[in-house]
């Protein structure tokens, strides 16, 4: 078993962070066709109450998308800079959104119109119609991957060769990881 290099560590990193901007503005577009569609709802008997719950829980995905996939995207043009603001910026960004994203998962828009079976065939219908099963599906699958991503990203930077990259040189030499010295 070999040794990873630095340069492969931080690599690793910035695939991780490119990957998780990606799922982010997939989850955008996502949140944002749904959104579209719910406007364009016509309902004959789901409460004004059921549908701007569902209006107000795909807003919050989305502009917990949004600024994440802005805020990761800025992650993407500074991770591979050599400075302890990247990390520190990693260790902050990475955990907050991650969370956010695990509790848009968990209180999503489908629990303010899961039917409970006693409902009439036109209400579940509608329910259907408000939240559509590829919403759930592909927004559940892209959440759950970025908030994985980020937990990774923030932990695989604690490495000790990766510690060492991201201090930040007060004399202006460029760092050398014992690993690449060797």
Known sequence: MGVMH???QVRVVYAAVVTTALLLAADVTLTSIALRNLGHLHTKLMS???LSQVRVDLTNNLVISAVGAVLVGLLVVFVRSPSNK????LWVIAPSLALSLLCGLVG???WAVAPTGVEPELLRTEYARAVPGWYVTFHGITGLLAAVLLIFAAIF???ADLREYYLDNIDGTRYRSWVDRG
């Open 6 to 8: 630095v340069s492969t």
């Open 48 to 50: 004004a109450h059921s």
């Open 86 to 89: 990247v990390r520190v910026a």
């Open 108 to 110: 999503g828009p489908e």
């Open 157 to 159: 930077v604690t490495r």
